[in-house]
C-alpha cells in the first residue's frame, strides 16, 4: 500500500472521532442557547434558530456513524482479504473492529496498516541487521 494511500486511511480512520468532538461542542453549544433563553426570560424565542442548530447536531451524527460504519466495513473486509494472515486472525482481527468499532479501527490501523509492506519508508531485513 502507498503512503499517500496510507494517509488518507488515516484521515478517514480518524473522522469518526473528528466528527465525535464537533458534535460533542454543539451539543453543549445547543443547550447553552437554551440556557440563556431561560435566564433573559426572552418570550420571543426564535424558533429558526434553534432548528438550525438542531441539523447541525443531526448533521453531525449522521456524518458520524456514516463515516465510522463505513471504516469499520473497511477495516473488516481488508482484514479478511489478507493472505499473509491465518484464519485466526483473520477472526480476532474481525471480532476486535466489530466489537470495539472505533477504537478497533484505530488499533488496526497502527498495528496492521502503518508497517504494511508497500510503502517507501520501510526498513528492509538486509539493513536491520
Known amino acids: 500500500m502507498s503512503k499517500s494511500k496510507k494517509f488518507i486511511l488515516g484521515i478517514f480512520t480518524f473522522l469518526p472521532l473528528v466528527l465525535f468532538g464537533l458534535y460533542i461542542f454543539n451539543f453543549f453549544a445547543f443547550f447553552n442557547g ?26 453531525f451524527g449522521i456524518l458520524m456513524a ?40 484505530i488499533a488496526y490501523y497502527f498495528v496492521e496498516i502503518l508497517p504494511m509492506p508497500g510503502s517507501s519508508n520501510e526498513i528492509s531485513k538486509e539493513d536491520h541487521r
Open 34 to 59: 437554551f440556557n440563556s433563553v431561560i435566564q433573559t426570560q426572552d418570550p420571543i424565542v426564535d424558533p429558526g434558530l434553534l432548528a438550525g442548530n438542531f441539523q447541525v447536531l443531526f448533521l
Open 66 to 105: 456514516i463515516s465510522g460504519l463505513g471504516i469499520t466495513i473497511y477495516y473488516a473486509v481488508h482484514a479478511n482479504k489478507r493472505k499473509d494472515f491465518d484464519s485466526n486472525k483473520k477472526l480476532i482481527w474481525t471480532l476486535i473492529i466489530l466489537f470495539t468499532s472505533g477504537i478497533g479501527s
